[in-house]
């Protein structure tokens, strides 16, 4: 089903690893990320980048860094399993995964890989690529793979909800208007581009912690920023490849890699299929003669951390690059900002040791947090605001509940009405 429909004026030229605790990402920050732009490598390459080490700062979550390096918040959790993803502590040193094996694809126009939740660009008549990462569609409002163009363009679009949306909305007592217009309650953001798809866009967010998560009902979501240059580059007409590519294979230097992000959950109904991955690698291998390290092949099918992998030859690991930790740019430190703003959300009852509750997340700008309060008051849940200790942050918890079936059912709700699928804390694990 399409997920978005924007209103533009008529014109001629216009018209595995465990499952991610996606509460993890729901801090909205101000930083401006850099795109990722990388020189095309040489006929028969298809590697670019090279990943980099940093150390955190104390007061970094993986939100902060994935949004300041061009990243998504899934692919820097698989690249750093074991590391807490909202305090991985002052001097810990993470990967960031910013190289690529690009998708086997034609290098035209835009290709997106849902798998692994990222969008290449490819201008006409420069030698080079810029990627950015996507928010796509939920289980159930999957985004839709294929060939298109950009059809049309609309800066501060307005939106008119599906009538498939309306109804979910309604049915959890969420009434939308027949049309949403630009602002900051528009979830098109402020840039949107018409896909030949029917009902299917490239737009912005007035939500970015959905950037690297499953969240839309199908439409391809970036962060502000990134729509923002995108939208200014891509011409009308641009040819639109959207593609599933969990497992990629490519050469660099004479040494081939394979990369590995853990598929769609609707592709892993049957167990982990590696075919795919196979079928890259021995075409990849054939053009060249080399025999793989199968071997390595198979680990890094296992731990899909999204990292090229290099499978022939006597490397071990592509060679990382060390950077200097740096704060996140705030551009907004200028611009003048609305007095802070007081989240109503239902009163919860005071914790009980033996009680269930669901971690929704943390902010640092009180409008994520009212924006989610809003999803949620519609549910009945209740919920309390806690302050977490020695950070400028506010958490969202939901609960109690007294048993952990009655949290997991609260965990369907929550999940079917925000695309959010929150943590669950186990008794004694709620306080602050």
Known sequence: MPCLKPRVPRSPRRLAIARLPAWLALALLPAIAPAQTFTLPPEGDSVVGH???????????????A?????????????????DPWVPGEGTV???????????????GIVINVAEMRLYYYPRGRDEVITHPIGIGREGWATPTGTGTILDKKAHPSWTPPASIRAEHAARGDILPAVVPPGPANPLGDYAMRLSLPGYLIHGTNRPFGVGMRISHG???????????????????????????????????GVLYVEAHPPLDEDQAGGLNTTPLVAAVISAAEQRGLEPDWERIRAAALEHDGLPVPVT?????????????????????????????????????????????????????????????????ALHIP????????????????????????AMAARVRVREATGIEPALLPPGDAGS
């Open 51 to 65: 990943p980099l080490e940093i150390a955190t700062r104390y007061e970094d979550t993986f939100a902060d860094v």
């Open 67 to 83: 949004r300041a390096n061009g990243l998504g918040f899934r692919e820097l959790v698989v690249a750093n399993p074991g590391v």
């Open 94 to 108: 993470i990967t960031l995964p910013t190289s690529h094996i690009l998708p086997d694809a034609p290098r035209e």
């Open 219 to 253: 439409c391809i979501r970036l962060y502000p920023e990134d729509i923002a240059s995108l939208f200014a580059r891509v011409p009308i007409g641009t040819r639109v490849n959207i593609v599933n590519q969990p497992y990629k294979a490519g050469w660099r230097d």
């Open 313 to 377: 030859g006597e490397l071990t690991r592509m060679p990382l690059l060390t950077a200097a930790s740096h704060p996140a740019p705030d551009h907004d430190a200028a611009t003048p900002q609305p007095p802070p703003r007081t989240v109503v959300i239902e009163p919860a009852a005071a914790p009980h040791d033996r009680d269930w509750h669901l971690h929704m997340g943390a902010f640092r700008d009180p409008t994520g947090l009212e924006m989610l309060a809003g999803e949620l008051s």
């Open 383 to 406: 919920a309390r605001v806690e302050a977490v200790p020695g950070r400028d942050l506010q958490r969202l918890v939901l609960g109690p509940f007294a048993t952990a079936a009655e």
